[in-house]
């Protein structure tokens, strides 16, 4: 590269020298040749003059052809005279005779320059390219009074002869200057070579600043000018690489706020591009960086109103905050501060748009309302039964013993239903909250499963309702004994108590072994106990499920029928809790059911647990 320098400069300094010899070649070849023209101007204008003196003009009136033939033979003479070709031109611009052509064959000349100059002015010139030469030719024209009217007599000659000597006066010129390049060149490259050195090793480590390596420095060995560079450049080098590790730090810091940040940040600049895009905010708006940074806020395919917030926020620069329901990639709630950054306090740079998704905390504060509404409602109606039974009985029902027994049974009735409730509020808190440590231990199902169809097979008599259990031997799973058998409990006793008397309720407990394993009965020994999850299935011939109400059955205090659900003492927290405890154990849960013909609950469990 250096070396490249090195011949451009050599090339800059012959380069002028010869753009000055070539300069003055110029100027010296057009002053000579415009001396040379207009010494050939004036000598034919003297020839024109002595020529009309001494020449006699044939009478207007005679026959045209011999006029023709008379001029051609005057112009053929003054031509093998003087040299330069002739023309006798009459006033109306027709040729009269011509040392070259025939005139009757030339065409009017009357538009010609020359002539119209000539007819003007009483003398005209131009220079052109011959049609019949092919050749620069100089035209002088001259008029000639012949009576009362003005003819005019035009004499051309070639311009080879000019043409001729300023080539050969560009050929010494050539000459000199190859000359002067051959010296230039020698000496220009001794004073670029003198120059370029020193600066060699100063471009190398600049190179090497550019390609980010800002450990290079410039070993200064003299203290003149290009030294002084050579140091510039070092202390340039660290302080470039001083403040680029702090620029590393601060974006890395900055990359890493961003990216863990819940909030989604949208920075626009003050001519309305989005500069910057959070990972957050890539989520949210459903669109990448690469799609919207560089691009104008309104290009980007958001819904009208966000639109016009930021356009509200550019025109007052002030803050704005607004919650707003977006509709892509899906349906959610947003928190909108639109935000005007400031440089200096008073110069506005833009906006800064946090977005925060609050469809999870309304929707929990929701949840809230409804759940302080709903224990609301069912600590009331126990309560209000038992305080309504109580003033009964104080107001003289009590000395009726069937009716005391009768009114003290149902507000026991009542009371053990507040319990239930209280209970099952504070089991739901408690594992809501994760506040219920789960002891894991390996667990035997079919023998697991047996013992707790066992203990509810009195409520199943009392409905004459048949209790089957499907299960394959030596299916293990780790979990808590325990609150595995509150959730097939729960199940079942639900089972039993919405299915009719003489129903049916199955249990089945089976492996569930990986896709690739599609024929389970053709697995060997080794093979079949190669599952990772098992699945537990509880299903009834009961009254069965409204399609509607399916999404919601595992709410608190949701229920299909609530006269039959009281009737039947349940407090509707039941499904929430085993849904809870099934997500402790990691599982999944997932109902089936269609209404007069049963349900069918399915839970998956993983066989290990971290």
């Known amino acids: 590269m250096m070396n490249n320098f090195r011949t451009r400069l050599t ?10 010899v070539l300069a003055s070649g110029l100027i010296m070849a057009n002053m000579f040749k415009s001396k040379h023209i ?17 020449m006699k003009w044939a009478p207007p009136g005679e026959n045209m052809s011999e006029q023709f033939d008379y001029y051609t033979r005057l112009a053929d003479d003054l031509n093998r005279d003087t040299g330069a070709r002739t023309t006798f031109i009459r006033p109306d611009g027709l040729v009269l005779g011509d040392s070259y052509h025939d005139p009757r064959t030339m065409d009017n000349h009357l538009q010609r320059k020359e002539v119209q100059q000539a007819l003007s002015e009483g003398t005209g010139r131009t220079i052109r390219l011959s049609d019949t030469m092919n050749t620069n030719m100089l035209y002088v024209a001259k008029t000639v009074q012949v009576g009362q009217d003005n003819y005019v007599i035009r004499l051309a000659m070639s311009l080879a002869s000019v043409d001729q000597s300023i080539r050969d006066l560009w050929t010494a010129l050539i000459v000199w200057l190859l000359v002067l390049f051959l010296v230039g060149a020698l000496v220009s490259f001794r004073v670029a070579q003198g120059m370029t050195r020193p600066l060699e090793q100063i471009t ?7 390609r980010m390596d800002y450990r290079a420095r410039v070993t200064v060995v003299k203290n003149d000018e290009i ?17 680029m590790e702090r620029i590393r730090r601060n974006e890395s810091q900055l990359e890493s706020v961003l990216d863990n940040m819940i909030n989604g940040i949208v920075m626009i600049d003050r001519t309305g591009r989005i500069v910057l895009i959070s990972r957050r905010a890539e989520e949210i708006l459903g669109f990448s960086s690469k799609e919207l940074v560089g691009r104008h806020y309104t290009d980007a395919r958001q819904q009208h109103e966000l639109t016009q917030l930021i356009r509200e926020a550019f025109e007052k620069q002030s803050y704005i905050h607004d919650e707003m329901t977006f509709y892509y990639p899906e349906e959610r709630l947003l928190e909108l501060n639109i935000v005007p950054v400031m440089q200096d306090q008073d110069e506005f740079t833009g906006v800064l748009l946090v977005l925060q998704d609050v469809s999870a905390i309304r929707r929990l504060e929701r949840m809230r309302s409804e759940f302080v509404a709903n224990v609301s409602h069912e600590l009331k109606t126990p309560v209000a039964a038992v305080k309504g039974f109580a003033e009964t009985l104080l107001s003289g029902a009590v000395k009726d013993e069937e009716t005391s027994r009768s009114f003290l049974q149902i507000i026991y009735d009542e009371s053990e239903r507040l319990n239930r409730l209280i209970g099952d509020i504070l089991e739901l808190s408690k594992i809501e909250s994760r506040r219920v440590p789960l002891l894991f231990s390996p667990v035997e199902m079919g023998t697991f499963a047996a013992k707790t169809l066992q203990l509810l097979e009195a409520e199943a008599a009392r409905k ?3 209790l089957k259990l499907v299960a394959d031997g030596d299916i293990y799973v780790e979990a808590d004994e325990d609150r595995l058998r509150q959730i097939i409990m729960n199940l079942l006793a639900n089972g039993i108590s919405y299915t009719p008397d003489g129903g049916k309720v199955t249990l089945i407990v089976e492996p569930v072994w990986p896709a690739s394993y599609s024929h389970t009965a053709q697995l060997d020994d080794e093979a079949r106990d190669d599952y990772d999850r098992i699945r537990i299935i509880i299903k009834d011939t ?6 509607k109400d399916l999404p919601r059955i595992f709410e608190r205090f949701y229920r299909v029928d609530k006269a039959r659900s009281r009737s039947s003492g ?3 927290l039941g499904l929430s809790i085993v849904k809870h405890l099934v997500e402790l154990h990691n599982g999944t849960i997932a109902v089936d059911s269609e209404v007069g013909v049963g349900t069918t609950f399915v839970i998956e469990l993983p066989v290990i647990h971290p």
């Open 11 to 20: 090339l800059i300094m012959i380069g002028i020298i010869g753009l000055s």
């Open 38 to 54: 207009q010494g050939l101007e004036s000598s034919m204008v003297r020839e024109i003059s002595i020529i009309a003196s001494g």
């Open 204 to 210: 190398a480590v600049a190179k090497r600043i550019q």
């Open 227 to 243: 030294g002084e560079l050579g140091s510039a450049i070092n202390a340039m080098a660290d302080s470039l690489q001083e403040q």
């Open 464 to 466: 004459a309702i048949e």
């Open 542 to 547: 009961g009254i069965g499920i409204p399609k």
């Open 570 to 572: 349940g407090t509707g």
